[in-house]
């Protein structure tokens, strides 16, 4: 059979399958400890539960309305507006199947043959991937340990070209877990203005901070950022809610409604009834976010300690989201190399640098429970000094 093209210009997420290994692994009753993929262990907060338990027993089973739940929109609308000083309406917010898709939908609508994208690197293994499909050309932004993996306004001023179209912004960061402060967010929207190009912020993370890091919105100052800026988010991270694949995209109304056109011509609307759990999470207290929180705030210290105890590991304390990056290079091994020997002879699944464009590194996610965050600590210590 010969497929498109396109699908030999991108590869399978690794996220996904590493994740789904260790699902396997662990059905057949191999004791795994995963690191893998980003997903909070958490249970979905019982009172989002039960508003889409309600949903269901009132009937909301059939189609919707394609961008989503009018309800729904304005909560988010709402939302934005309160936590990200954006002033939306609800015609500006796009509900889909998961952050994912919002980003997804955001490149077919924005991006085609020509258009540069500008992407921070080590970057989500997904955003470049989307810019391929779409047509589009993602230019990647070295970043490293010495600056934060961060990028500086110099950098980013000096890689747009007459066809840069977007840059995606992702604080707090996958894979680093690092945060750019108020002040650095500020120095970029300067430069967003100035040459005149667009932003997408995917802001999935910005519940998750830590040691007093601030989240701010790039859209927040001023009017001309705003009118570049597009937010992509979703329920998944701060609300448990991976399963559940309901993400949003804000901007422009004619980007919405373009994003909102492929959107119906592809998957209709997002779940019905999951919608109603959504407004539920929005409208209710918020008390479960923070508790989640608090939780990964604990297993971020003992995971770091333990790993920063580990000779031949580098890794920057990250302030935001629930991953560690770490360097490997002391090994001599490369990140696949590393991720393949520790699952193989330890039974601990982790995500290869490689995915996220730095083969030197290792991802580990801490949203998992205490007792596998020990014991797969343990593994990991045994089988570095091992090497
Ligand atoms: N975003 C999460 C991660 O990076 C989930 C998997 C995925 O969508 O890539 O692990």
Not at 119 to 127: F, K, Q
Not at 190 to 205: A, C, F, N, T
Not at 378 to 386: H, I, N
Request: proline residues 5%; contains cysteine; aromatic residues 8%.
């Amino acid at each position: 059979m010969k497929l498109a093209a396109r699908v030999g210009q991108v590869t399978p997420s690794l996220t996904l399958s590493i994740a789904a290994k260790a699902k396997a692994m662990k059905a057949v009753g191999i004791d795994v400890c995963s690191f893998s993929a980003g997903e909070p262990d958490f249970d979905t907060p019982a009172h989002i539960k039960a508003a889409a338990k309600k949903a269901l027993d009132e009937g909301k089973t059939k189609y919707g309305a394609a961008n989503g739940e009018p309800k729904l929109r304005e909560a988010i609308a709402r939302k934005l507006l309160q936590d990200n000083r954006l002033c939306y309406g609800p015609e500006n917010v796009l509900v889909t199947n998961g952050g994912k898709h919002s980003l997804y939908n955001l490149m077919m609508a924005l991006i085609e043959a020509g258009d540069e994208v500008i992407i921070p690197s080590p970057y989500w293994l997904s955003y470049p991937e989307m810019v391929i499909l779409a047509g589009g050309t993602p230019v990647l932004l070295p970043t490293d340990a010495s600056t934060g993996y961060k990028i500086t306004p110099d950098q980013l001023r000096k890689a747009i070209t007459p066809r840069t179209k977007l840059f995606v912004l992702n604080s707090p960061s996958n894979p680093t877990g690092m945060v750019y402060s108020p002040e650095e967010v500020q120095a970029i929207a300067e430069v967003i203005v100035e040459k005149d190009i667009l932003v997408v912020s995917d802001e999935i993370y910005e519940k998750i901070l830590y040691d007093g890091a601030i989240h701010v919105s790039i859209g927040s100052f001023g009017s001309e950022i705003f009118d570049r800026t597009i937010i992509s988010s979703g329920f998944a991270k701060a609300y448990s809610m991976t399963g559940w694949r309901i993400g949003y995209l804000a901007g422009d109304v004619e980007l919405i409604k373009a994003a909102g056109t492929i959107q119906g011509h592809s998957t209709s609307n997002v779940c019905t009834f999951a919608q109603y759990g959504a407004i539920a999470a929005l409208e209710s207290s918020q008390d479960c976010v923070e508790e989640m929180r608090l939780a990964f705030a604990q297993r971020r210290e003992v995971m770091y300690e333990r790993l920063t105890a580990i000779p031949g590991i580098n890794c920057s304390k990250p302030n935001g989201a629930f991953y560690l990056f770490f360097n490997i290079s002391e090994t001599g091994l490369t990140s696949l190399e590393f991720c393949d020997a520790l699952l193989e002879n330890q039974q601990v699944a982790v995500i290869p640098g490689i995915a996220f464009g730095a083969d030197d590194h290792i991802r580990l996610s801490y949203a998992t429970d205490m007792i596998s965050i020990e014991k797969g600590m343990d593994r990991l210590d045994k089988f570095v000094r091992s090497l």
